[in-house]
């Protein structure tokens, strides 16, 4: 059982979770991931270590409130707890001083961008981010980001907030108005980490993304999580979660995910009916 | 019949005694266990075959040397308890070992009376002398020895990790077995399905090693969430134990292998034993909705039964095992085969998976085999596969289970790099003592040996347990 210590929404859906776990606060590093199941009837989802403190003995984690288990960990308040935890997960993030790095996050993405930007930073990397969101509401994290970068840039598809357009179209203009970017680092929703890998290709700017695929275990045994990189079979879980956004096989990645649409829908329809309930 | 004064012309003419089983058409829609297990009176009558052999041929071909003529002879004389006593000396999972072990390829086998008649079912006695005694309320913790002082680190709690920590304890070690999945039990729990293996049988002997002082952590991830080096320097453990199992699952390499639909065993099973996700929408995780569908089991061993008979009791119309080799060549338990037969699944032999094909949607709809004929023996001494030319076919399934065996998990090498691997990626030890290249470290079960069966894995995790005592204690061992 892990204790939750505070839980606050950071915007609408989203929430920053700090969970006691004193064993994966000491080892994680930049990148890596935990699967978590909020009670013994729950599943074991993957989520990004958005911070930890190893002193303490917390972890914290960005959650949006996507299907059933993510909402319902979203109901959870300080003094609740978590039934499973288990983790740092993954491969922790590669970093060296590339020069300037630019790290994208999209959406809930930013928090997981986050640690990553950080590390970079510490590397030495004259750093870059861009957030993008829905609109101004949506913005999660800028603060901390704004610490961590040399330059950072806010976008937002409606123009409520900072650049008026996509990430990728303020990555595109920071190319043409001649920035030399060494490394780029996209996460968030897959159409956009798709996107990105076009706007770097022809540039031959190293760029890591990182994926999300189902996973069951999470530790290595099942394979679930499998993903084509470089037209060769990867397991997510332990070869990733970041790969190479020029050798990820995006489309494999978005219909596979698409695997269990109508049990998701089922699970969350039940959820929302039950909350409505109480 | 007294047991007295039973001549062997009469134990002979006694007919091995069937295994009571649920009716298959009734157990291929639940999941309760299949077998229902021997009565008093069946297994009295069914030890009393055994003709208590001098030098004991059962024996030896026990991984464990369970002392199996003594114990046929408790139960032959009545005294069930002390059958389940006599057992417990050797092996420390009855319950699960008599209901999961190929008998047929081990103890029984070796069986004198197979020269002329059938053999004992041991395995059906052992499982019957624990069940006795666990039904009957009747198990008793064995005596725990002086406390040494020394700590032993166990990772995985699998059937290597749980013998080993259970003869460490007994010999008065401190022991903690740590376990990445939030549930203990290891394959026990997540590969083998509760209609083979009752997951409440497992819990209560790990219940029994708790009580014997046993520490269990689980949400730990040996090479993750903790170094082999930092359980040694950090945490002050004195010796490590790795059981951690096999590791990633092997896939063909066969164009569509990603399709939506697409399983590994591992991962069927896994959803289905330990996420119990033939209870959603009540468990949160789901599968593949097999009813009225066409299953396929790509595979010939007990892990391809069990995803296959779990795909029928999910509903599948169609079962199917497909396999490249021929029945006989199948290396699946024959008891497993037979269950699996009479439950409606469908074998498609000597016929080999080329593609799989899908729709628009990435949706698995068939596999392209082709049909295969015995040819010359190859290397293992089996008859070859040989393609028959043009037999090419699409067999239409909606869900394909590749269940072909496992490699290694890469996470204890690549965060101990001064232990020895093979170039499949399994540890190398000493058969002897179980002892890896690194000091104070020793590892058993599929990690040292790639998949084997559970008894193997608990002969490891005893094996390496007496040599850790040995080596903690500076015992000198004579070999």
Known sequence: MHKIVSAIFLAENIKKIEIEAPRIAKKRKAGQFIMLRVDQTGERIPLTIADADPEKGTITIIVQGMGKSTKELNTKAAGDTISDIVGPLGAPSHIENFGTAVSIGGGVGTAIAYPTAVALKEAGNYVITINGARSKDLVILEKEMKAVSDEAYITTDDGSYGFHGFVTQKLQELIDSGTKIDFVLAIGPIPMMRAIAEVTRPYNIKTMVSLNPIMVDGTGMCGGCRVTVNNETKFACVDGPEFDAHQVDFKNLTDRNKLYLPEEKQSAEAFAHKCNLQ | ?479
């Open chain 2, 1 to 479: 019949m007294c047991p007295q004064h039973i001549t062997t012309k009469e134990r002979f003419a006694i007919p091995r005694q069937g295994m009571p089983a649920q009716n298959p058409e009734v157990r291929n829609k639940n999941f309760k266990e299949v077998n229902l297990g021997y009565t008093p009176e069946l297994a009295q009558k069914e030890a009393l075959r055994c003709i208590q052999c001098k030098d004991p041929a059962c024996i030896k071909g026990c991984p464990v040397n369970i002392k199996i003529d003594q114990f046929i002879k408790y139960i032959a004389d009545g005294d069930f308890l002390g059958a389940a006593r006599k057992i417990k000396e050797d092996n420390v999972l009855p319950a699960i070992c008599g209901r999961v072990c190929p008998q047929e390829d081990q103890c029984e086998k070796a069986c004198i009376l197979t020269k002329k008649y059938t053999s004992v079912a041991i395995g059906n006695l052992e499982r019957f002398a624990a069940d006795y005694e666990r039904e009957t309320g009747n198990v008793e913790l064995p005596a725990v020895k002086a406390q040494t002082g020394k700590k032993v680190a166990v990772i995985g709690s699998g059937p290597a990790g749980l013998s080993c920590a259970n003869d460490l304890i007994q010999l008065g070690h401190s022991v903690t077995v740590f376990e990445a999945l939030h549930e203990l039990g290891g394959v026990l729990v997540y590969g083998i399905p509760e209609f083979r293996l009752p997951k409440e049988i497992v819990k209560q002997e790990i219940e029994g090693l708790k009580q014997l002082g046993v520490k269990f952590i689980t949400n730990v991830l040996a090479g993750r969430s903790v170094t082999v080096d930092e359980l040694l320097k950090e945490e002050d453990f004195d010796a490590v134990f790795i059981g951690v199992g096999a590791g990633l699952p092997w896939f063909m390499g066969i164009p569509g292998e990603n399709l939506l639909g697409v399983y590994s065993a591992n991962e069927f099973l896994t959803r289905v034993n330990l996420m119990k996700s033939y209870q959603f929408p009540n468990n949160d995780t789901p599968v593949f909705n097999c009813k009225g569908k066409s299953v396929a089991v790509f595979g010939g061993g007990n892990t391809a039964m069990d995803a296959v008979r779990t795909a029928k009791r999910l509903g599948a119309e169609h079962a199917y095992i497909v396999y490249r080799r021929s029945e006989a060549e199948m290396p699946a338990r024959l008891e497993e085969v037979h269950h699996a037969r009479e439950e409606g699944i469908e074998f498609l032999m000597l016929m080999n998976p080329l593609e799989f094909v899908g729709n628009e949607q990435q949706w698995l709809t068939g596999a392209k085999c082709l049909k295969m004929e015995l040819g010359e023996p190859d290397e293992s001494g089996r008859r070859r596969p040989v393609p028959i030319k043009d037999s090419e076919f699409i067999l239409p399934i909606d869900m394909a289970v590749i269940s072909i065996g496992n490699g290694s998990n890469p996470l204890i090498k690549q965060s101990t790099p001064d232990i020895e691997v093979s170039k499949r990626d399994t540890i190398v030890v000493d058969l002897n003592t179980m002892a890896t290249s690194k000091e104070n470290v020793y590892a058993g079960g599929d990690i040292v040996t790639g998949g084997a069966t559970v008894i193997l894995a608990m002969g490891a995790g005893r094996t390496a347990a007496k040599a850790i005592h040995e080596k903690l204690m500076g015992i000198e061992t004579h070999e």
